[in-house]
């Protein structure tokens, strides 16, 4: 317990540096983030497919406030004080360790991430998972497909900032929802050069999760591609391995 309280406290400092080491590249982020309201009229970007002119719009200047958020350092004060006060948030195992960069190389900050298996707002009442930027909140252990698609979440804060929150959120009311539309559809998107900016938040998420699994010999959820039909998921695994 002792060891964990020190780690905390140690990463409260990690993550201030973190706010200065990142400021510029969320400004960057926050000036060119207009051209996100062109590109989600684009034919083939889906994270506002089924949204209306006006959502977008509004959706668009909501991502630009969070953008903001981000480059006061939001994300690392939000964790620095969940840290804390869910004492039981921890780092990854060993094992978790050894699978996510299995699937992600070093294109994640592992030593931000954290686990909440005690998540009592929200994971306890709704038996639900969220990421909140670089902690996974929960109740309970989580399965190990699972916990590579809460993974991608962070990759995508990893590389949009926080907008992943809204455009996640709004994935998960899409007709399709998580559904990626089996192989076929992953299939005819990469014909067309397309990769996963073609499919919501949501469903990105459950493509590298389908990865891992036809990897690892577990069930697809949304395909019943096996291993001839490897090298499709492989195609958009390259997105997040680095």
């Given at each position: 317990?002792?060891y964990l309280?020190?780690v905390?406290?140690?990463?409260?400092?990690?993550r201030?540096?973190e706010?200065?080491i990142?400021?510029?590249?969320r400004?960057l982020r926050?000036?060119f983030?207009?051209?996100?309201?062109?590109?989600?009229?684009a034919?083939?970007l889906?994270?506002?497919k089924e949204?209306?002119?006006l959502?977008i719009?509004?959706?668009?200047?909501l991502e630009w406030?969070?953008?903001?958020?981000?480059?006061?350092?939001?994300?690392e004060w939000y964790e620095s004080f969940?840290?804390?006060l869910?004492?039981n948030?921890?780092?990854l195992?060993?094992?978790e360790?050894?699978?996510g960069q299995?699937?992600f190389?070093?294109?994640i900050n592992?030593?931000r991430v954290?686990i909440?298996?005690?998540?009592?707002i929200?994971?306890?009442?709704?038996?639900?998972?969220?990421v909140?930027?670089?902690t996974i909140n929960?109740?309970?252990?989580?399965?190990i497909e699972?916990?590579?698609?809460?993974?991608?979440h962070?990759?995508?804060?990893?590389?949009?900032?926080s907008?992943?929150?809204?455009?996640a959120?709004?994935a998960?009311t899409?007709?399709?929802?998580?559904?990626?539309?089996?192989?076929?559809?992953l299939?005819?998107n990469?014909?067309?050069?397309?990769?996963l900016?073609?499919?919501?938040?949501?469903q990105?998420a459950d493509?590298v999760?389908?990865y891992f699994?036809?990897?690892?010999?577990?069930?697809?959820k949304w395909s019943n591609?096996?291993?001839?039909n490897f090298?499709?998921f492989?195609?958009?695994w390259?997105?997040v391995y680095?």
């Open positions: 317990m002792i309280l020190l905390k406290i140690s990463f409260l400092f990690y201030a540096g706010i200065l990142r400021v510029f590249k400004i926050f000036l983030h207009p051209r996100y309201l062109f590109s989600s009229f034919e083939d889906t994270y506002y949204a209306s002119l959502t719009l509004g959706l668009w200047m406030l969070i953008l903001i958020l981000d480059i006061v350092g939001l994300p969940a840290d804390i869910k004492f948030t921890r780092p195992t060993k094992n360790m050894a699978i299995s699937v190389g070093s294109s592992w030593e954290r909440d298996e005690r998540s009592y929200g994971p306890k009442q709704k038996r639900m998972i969220y909140s930027f670089y929960a109740y309970g252990p989580m399965s699972t916990f590579v698609h809460e993974l991608v962070i990759w995508q804060f990893e590389n949009v900032g907008c992943y929150i809204p455009r959120l709004f998960q899409t007709t399709m929802g998580y559904n990626y539309g089996g192989l076929n559809a299939i005819l990469m014909e067309k050069n397309g990769g900016a073609a499919f919501n938040y949501e990105q493509i999760m389908d699994n036809l990897k690892t010999n577990r069930p697809l591609a096996n291993q001839a090298e499709v492989e195609y958009y390259k997105e680095d």
